[in-house]
């Protein structure tokens, strides 16, 4: 069955950096664009990146970008997102998803499986 799985979070200062990983499994991980995605209490979930199958093409949401980067590594069924110059409004649970098809999106509903999220704190 498909698996995702994110690592990496954790307690940062404003101003720091962090690098967090998804580890795919039970399908044929290049078949696949994948996203990132948070969530922040009270809040909807927000898009935050995403990347076709082939890293060919990336999205971002207007609050990320110039700050964090999305890669995959298709060797290694893994999927990054390299978050740097964080702030509080980034403390949030970030979650992993996988497209349904080999596409990026930016809408959350063109996903069908979710990782479990790992959270994301950081202090002014």
């Known amino acids: 069955q498909v698996q995702l799985v994110e690592s990496g979070g954790g307690l940062v200062q404003a101003g720091g950096s962090l690098r967090l990983s998804c580890a795919a499994s039970?399908?044929?991980?290049?078949?696949?664009?994948m996203g990132w995605f948070r969530q922040a209490p009270g809040k909807d979930r927000e898009f935050v990146a995403a990347?076709?199958?082939?890293?060919?093409?990336?999205y971002y949401g207007d609050s990320v970008k110039g700050r964090f980067t999305i890669s995959r590594d298709n060797a290694k069924n893994t999927v990054a997102l390299q978050m740097n110059s964080l702030q509080p409004e980034d403390t949030a649970v970030y979650y992993c998803?996988?497209?349904?098809?080999?596409?990026?999106?930016?809408?959350?509903?063109?996903?069908?499986?979710w990782g479990q999220g790992t959270q994301v704190t950081v202090s002014s």
């Open positions: 998803a996988r497209s349904r098809s080999a596409l990026a999106f930016r809408n959350r509903n063109n996903y069908d499986y």
């Open positions: 039970g399908y044929t991980f290049n078949s696949n664009g």
């Open positions: 990347i076709s199958w082939n890293g060919g093409t990336t």
